[in-house]
Structures are given as structure tokens and as C-alpha cells.
């Protein structure tokens, strides 16, 4: 019913920047909310940052507060997580994914390789 791609990882250098997207298709109507997940090869995967696609309310995990902002645009169904001061630790495979209600998160995307290193 909702398909989910994201784009825009690839190599950054310590304290760069990159903006990822992830644009949604189908029944996007039903969309109650998109997050950000990453998931660091040999670890668990991770929450990142949430927005309430009802109001754009935002929430984001501690490491990630003051470096990253995750926005929207609703004409074009589309989420964004612009990433800033990044650091080595940030490598990761980051997933986009949607909820249609608060249970949780049932649609995701494919993923996109975020690599931080000089």
C-alpha cells in the first residue's frame, strides 16, 4: 500500500554534511507517521528520528540532537533527513520507514549506505 525509497548516502568526510530523502507512493494518505532508522554493521538497528506527518512534530534519539533535522515535504510526499557535524560513528545503513497508526512502523524502505571516514 506504501512504498518507501530512500536516496542521498554515500562518503563524507568527518564533520561534512548530507541530506537523505525518502519519498513515499501508493496509499500515502495513510501515512500517521515517518522515522529515520540506522543499523551499524555487527549492531542492532537503531532509532534516529521521528516526524508526526499529521503535524510535523519531530523527536530525535540523544546522539543525534543538534546535528540532525529530519523535515517534510507533504505536496511531494516526501521525508528528509538533513545530517550535519557528522562523525565516523554515523556510519551506517540508514531506513526509511512509515506507520499508519502508533503500533508502530510497517512500511520501510530498502535503505542507503551512510559512510564517514577520511
Known amino acids: 500500500q506504501v512504498q518507501l525509497i530512500e536516496s542521498g548516502g554515500g562518503l563524507v568526510q568527518p564533520g561534512g554534511s548530507l541530506r537523505l530523502s525518502c519519498a513515499a507512493s501508493?496509499?500515502?494518505?495513510?501515512?500517521?507517521?515517518m522515522a529515520w532508522f540506522h543499523q551499524a554493521p555487527g549492531k542492532e538497528r537503531e532509532f534516529v528520528a521521528r516526524?508526526?506527518?499529521?503535524?510535523?512534530?519531530?523527536y530525535y534519539a540523544d546522539s543525534v540532537k543538534g546535528r540532525f533535522t529530519i523535515s517534510r515535504d507533504s505536496a511531494k510526499n516526501t521525508m528528509y533527513l538533513q545530517m550535519s557535524s557528522l562523525k565516523p560513528e554515523d556510519t551506517a545503513v540508514y531506513y526509511c520507514?512509515?506507520?499508519?497508526?502508533?503500533?508502530?512502523?510497517?512500511?520501510w524502505g530498502q535503505g542507503t549506505q551512510v559512510t564517514v571516514s577520511s
Open positions: 520507514a512509515g506507520g499508519i497508526d502508533g503500533s508502530g512502523y510497517r512500511y
Open positions: 501508493g496509499r500515502t494518505f495513510s501515512i500517521y507517521a
Open positions: 516526524l508526526q506527518w499529521t503535524d510535523g512534530d519531530t
